[in-house]
């Protein structure tokens, strides 16, 4: 059975830190890149970030970049989100995605092709 399972989310202070992680298990994912999407409350998921495994392709959403990283860790089958300077703007649930195709997760429409979800990690951010 594939499983992506989020983790880390909380509640925390503006300009505060969190690390999101997914643990990916089932499968083999070597060829899938991963990725975090965001719902915010009354608005559509939207992409956040991704990774391959390598690391050596990464993507973030003009909204994150400078703020967010993202990595892998191979060996662990565990994707990072290192979320720092959060805004109220960051509450949201926090989504690990994983497909074999990049486009999937840049061409917005896309992302409902995408072939596997966690279940998702609320994040809320208090002034």
């Known amino acids: 059975q594939v499983q992506l399972v989020e983790s880390g989310g909380g509640l925390v202070q503006t300009g505060g830190s969190l690390r999101l992680s997914c643990t990916a298990s089932g499968r083999t994912f070597s060829n899938y890149i991963m990725g975090w999407y965001r719902q915010r409350p009354g608005q559509e998921r939207e992409f956040v970030a991704l990774?391959?495994?390598?690391?050596?392709?990464?993507h973030y959403a003009d909204s994150v970049k400078g703020r967010f990283s993202v990595s892998a860790d191979n060996a662990k089958s565990t994707v990072s989100l290192q979320m720092t300077n959060l805004q109220a703007d960051d509450t949201a649930v926090y989504y690990c995605?994983?497909?074999?195709?990049?486009?999937?997760?840049?061409?917005?429409?896309?992302?409902?092709?995408?072939?596997?979800w966690g279940q998702g990690t609320q994040v809320t951010v208090s002034s």
């Open positions: 995605a994983a497909d074999r195709e990049y486009r999937n997760f840049v061409v917005g429409h896309r992302s409902s092709l995408i072939d596997y």
């Open positions: 990774i391959n495994w390598r690391g050596t392709t990464t």
